[in-house]
């Protein structure tokens, strides 16, 4: 069996909830730092995919315009 302690409503200290407390705040973890062609071949070869520098190029303009609309 459990205890359980009986305390008076006076005795407990009640908080508002606060919902900033238990979440992420977006603004600091996202940065909008540009992609280079080197990072995108590198990983590019990391996950085994095939690529020439027109789908490097068009990639790196596609993702630096994603991250500066964000």
């Given at each position: 069996?459990?205890?359980?302690e009986?305390?008076?409503?006076n ?24 992609v ?35």
């Amino acid at each position: 069996m459990k205890k359980v302690e009986v305390v008076k409503a006076n005795e407990v200290e009640v908080t508002p909830f606060v919902l900033q407390d238990f979440t992420a705040n977006d603004t600091e973890t996202v940065s909008s730092e540009p992609v280079s062609k080197k990072e995108l071949k590198s990983l590019a070869k990391e996950l085994g995919l095939a690529y020439d520098d027109e789908h490097i190029a068009f990639t790196k303009k596609l993702i630096n315009a994603y991250m500066k609309k964000r």
